[in-house]
């Protein structure tokens, strides 16, 4: 069973920085794309960042310069260092594993974590 446990979110002011951590379980994590999408309210669900299974990243370019993925393949551990809030980046942020079975994506979600930026 796929279990993606998030951690790390609250509030903070314009300016500040934040770090989301996402635990994973039941899955190869060196084999799998992570990533972390937010959702505000009244809006679509979007990637903020993703880490493929070799390490490449992939960043939203509302984020890009002050958002920074990494992961611990030893401890499935996923992170997400936010720096330069805005409030902008407000909304629920959720842990995702994706990964491939012939030829399908396969999609696995945390409970999600709230950030609030302040102004």
């Known amino acids: 069973q796929v279990q993606l446990v998030e951690s790390g979110g609250g509030s903070v002011q314009a300016g500040g920085s934040l770090r989301l951590s996402c635990a994973a379980s039941g899955i190869i994590f060196s084999s799998v794309v992570m990533g972390w999408y937010r959702q505000a309210p009244g809006k679509q669900r979007e990637l903020v960042a993703n880490?493929?299974?070799?390490?490449?990243?992939d960043y939203a370019d509302s984020v890009k310069g002050r958002f920074t993925i990494s992961k611990d393949n030893a401890k499935k551990m996923v992170y997400l260092q936010m720096n330069s809030l805005k409030p902008e980046d407000t909304g629920v942020y959720y842990c995702n594993a994706a990964q491939w079975r012939a030829g399908s994506r396969q999609d696995y979600w945390g409970q999600g974590t709230q950030v609030t930026v302040s102004s």
């Open positions: 880490i493929g299974s070799i390490g490449t990243t």
